[in-house]
């Protein structure tokens, strides 16, 4: 019954969250300055078919008209067509010209999110799994050891690695691992490879988040009374960290990862991919936004806010599994 109830009600909450975060990115788009149109069909159109144009694609309509009529056509699953990109998959910006736009020639843009998402999810899964990989142990770790020498290398570590833009340590990688070396490719996408040097870069972000969550949470838990208690029945100290203390420590680490940790992967892949050339939808994403092409800058806000809503509703269903009172 809690399961249901809870569901239901984080569902509700974050309909209403991702409607309101669509309206307010449909109006900023349309209130900046700049016209898409321009953009479409070149510089040099005339103003009565940049005029008539505009009109067909009705963004002369109200800002409530058109977006309560791009949500409606969200809901039957259609996020439109691409302002500049044809349907074989080129950019058509500006060079088109009045007389030869053919506006039911644009690609869909549900089909180009499709195209791109799964370089991303590569992308994302490589720099979660290299992230854990090396914070799970060094956050326990120290968190065993609070006051002493693994916690001060274990924050130190973190102050290094938190501090070092992710720009720059693209960059590096991509001269010393690249260019230098030539372990690994770095620009463009072949195979799965070239996901590798962008996913380091995430994952350096990743880490020092992770590292002083789990230590933090670690060291708490072991003052909590509830060790000395188990330990008084009993339990030895290594089974009441492994069965208890490591458990309990999750919760927060839960809540990091479906927030901060998300929220870090998700705004990093618009700078990461486009350093690195990665056909994701970050790359896609960041050109769209060069190029005005409203339809899916819509569509990729609309979906990443989505992510965050049902990833938060599943970190914190699984935090009220793991710990009963969090319940209450």
Known sequence: MFAIDFLIRRLAQGAIIVVTIALLIFTLLRVVPGDPVRLMLGPMVSPSVAEQTAKDLGLRDPIIV???RYMGHVLQGDFGRSFVRSAQGGSTGGSRGESTFDASNRASVIGLIV????????LAGLAFLISLAVALPLGVWAGLNAGRWPDRFALYLSSVLVSLPNVWLGLVFIFLLSAKTGWLPAIGYQNWTYAILPALVL????IPVIVRSLSVSVSSNLLDPYVSVGQIRGLTR???????VLRNSSIPLLN???IQAVGLILG???VIEYLFNYPGIGLLMINAVFQRDFPIIQAIAIFSCVALVLVNILVDFASTTIDRRLQY
């Open 268 to 270: 990093g892949l618009f």
């Open 115 to 122: 195209t791109t998402l799964p370089f991303s999810l590569l």
């Open 256 to 258: 990091l990862l479906g």
């Open 66 to 68: 058109q977006f309560g």
């Open 238 to 244: 290594a089974r009441m960290i492994a069965a208890h």
């Open 203 to 206: 994952a350096v972000e990743l």
